[in-house]
């Protein structure tokens, strides 16, 4: 079966950085797209960043950019989202996403195949 574990989150001060882990299992990892996605109480889930592992193609939501990095890990079939510069409105559960996927570009959010439990991340002011 294929499963998405999220680790990482926690409760951080405003101006600090986390990073976040999605570890896949029961899927050869390479082949797919995996997506960061975060929702808030009381709103919809929006993106925050993908990569396209067969390209090592990466995007990012304009309002994350410049504060957000992802990176890969093949050998440990593990993608890691680095949060900086966090603010009270970054406050949300995280979730990451999979899908097989062979473009360079990343998927749309309906796209996503499985998703993972998600990991909380609190900013305090």
């Known amino acids: 079966d294929v499963q998405l574990v999220e680790s990482g989150g926690g409760l951080v001060q405003a101006g600090e950085s986390l990073s976040l882990s999605c570890v896949g299992s029961?899927?050869?990892?390479?082949?797919?797209?995996i997506g960061w996605f975060r929702q808030a109480p009381g709103k919809e889930r929006e993106e925050v960043g993908c990569?396209?592992?067969?390209?090592?193609?990466?995007h990012y939501a304009n309002s994350m950019r410049g504060r957000v990095g992802i990176f890969s890990d093949l050998a440990e079939n593990t993608v890691t989202l680095r949060l900086n510069n966090l603010s009270p409105d970054d406050t949300a559960i995280y979730h990451c996403?999979?899908?097989?996927?062979?473009?360079?570009?990343?998927?749309?959010?309906?796209?996503?195949?499985?998703w993972g439990q998600g990991t909380q991340v609190t900013v305090s002011s």
């Open positions: 996403a999979a899908v097989i996927w062979y473009d360079r570009k990343c998927p749309s959010l309906h796209e996503y195949s499985y």
């Open positions: 029961g899927f050869t990892f390479e082949y797919y797209a």
């Open positions: 990569i396209s592992l067969q390209y090592n193609t990466r």
